[in-house]
C-alpha cells in the first residue's frame, strides 16, 4: 500500500540534545512538508520541499532543520535551539502543482522532553 | 490575509443532528478549500475539498458550503455518528500555484453523543 510512514511514533529528547524524526514516503510525490501540531492551534507549516536537493523555511522554521537527499524522504531534525518542542509532528506529500491531488498525511511523531 | 479562522473550537450534537463547522479567510487568492478529519494519534485525512467556481459540494453525509462574496465556508455533517467524534480542520491554499502550503483553520473538537 502507498503512503507515508513517520518514525518513531513517540520520541524523548534530553536537554541540549539533537533529535531527527523520520518521513518516508513511497507515493511518488515530489513535494513534501513538516508541520507541527499544538493543543488547541492549527497545524504550522515548519519546512517544505518541492523537489531532491532543494527546500524553503515555512512559518516557524528557527530551531528545526531538514534534508532532501531522496524523492522518498524528509527528515525534519529538532534542535536543541528550538526551546519548546514539546508537540505533535506530522508529515505530508503532495503530487506535482496541476495534478489536482490534495496532501497526505502520515501518523505523526509525538516529541516530548525528558 | 494569510490567516484563516475556524469556529466553534468544539461542538458536542446528539446522534442524528447536524455538526456544522464555520471558517473565515481573508485572502482573495486562495482557490482551494479542503477539510480534513483527526483521530487521536492519527494524522488528518482529506474529508471533502471544494474551488470557489462552485457554492456547494457535497458527498454522502458531508457537504461543504461556500459563500465567496462572504469569504466564508462551512462543513455540515448530516445524520451526526459517534463515529464523526473526531477533530475537523479547515484549510485554504492557492492550489493552481507552485507550493500547495496549505493555511489551516485553529481546528474543531466535534464529540458526538449516543
Known amino acids: 500500500d502507498g503512503g507515508i510512514t513517520q518514525s518513531p511514533k513517540y520520541l524523548f529528547r534530553k536537554e541540549g540534545q539533537n533529535v531527527t524524526l523520520s518521513c518516508e514516503q513511497n507515493?511518488?510525490?515530489?513535494?513534501m512538508y513538516w508541520y507541527r501540531q499544538d493543543p488547541g492551534q492549527g497545524l504550522r507549516l515548519i519546512y517544505y520541499s518541492q523537489i531532491v536537493n532543494d527546500f524553503q523555511k515555512g512559518d516557524i522554521a528557527e530551531g528545526y532543520s531538514v534534508s532532501r537527499e531522496k524523492k522518498e524522504s524528509f527528515p525534519l531534525t529538532v534542535t536543541s535551539a528550538q526551546k519548546n518542542p514539546t508537540a505533535f509532528y506530522l508529515c505530508?506529500?503532495?503530487?506535482?502543482?496541476?495534478?489536482?491531488?490534495?496532501?497526505?498525511f502520515g501518523d505523526g511523531t509525538r516529541l516530548s522532553i525528558l | 490575509q494569510q490567516q484563516v479562522k475556524q469556529s466553534p473550537q468544539s461542538l458536542i450534537v446528539q446522534k442524528g443532528g447536524i455538526s456544522i463547522i464555520n471558517c473565515a479567510y481573508e485572502?482573495?487568492?486562495?482557490?482551494?478549500f479542503p477539510w480534513y478529519q483527526q483521530f487521536p494519534g492519527k494524522g488528518p485525512a482529506l474529508l471533502i475539498a471544494?474551488?470557489?467556481?462552485?457554492s456547494e459540494k457535497k458527498e454522502g453525509r458531508f457537504t461543504i458550503s461556500f459563500n465567496k462574496s462572504a469569504k466564508q465556508f462551512s462543513l455540515h455533517i448530516m445524520d451526526s455518528q459517534p463515529g464523526d467524534s473526531a477533530t475537523y480542520f479547515c484549510?485554504?491554499?492557492?492550489?493552481?500555484?507552485?507550493?500547495?502550503?496549505?493555511?489551516f483553520g485553529q481546528g474543531t473538537t466535534l464529540q458526538v453523543k449516543p
Open positions: 505530508a506529500s503532495r503530487a506535482p502543482a496541476g495534478a489536482n491531488q490534495p496532501q497526505h
Open positions: 484549510a485554504a491554499s492557492m492550489f493552481s500555484g507552485n507550493t500547495g502550503k496549505l493555511i
Open positions: 471544494i474551488r470557489p467556481d462552485v
Open positions: 485572502n482573495t487568492a486562495f482557490d482551494y
Open positions: 507515493l511518488n510525490h515530489d513535494a
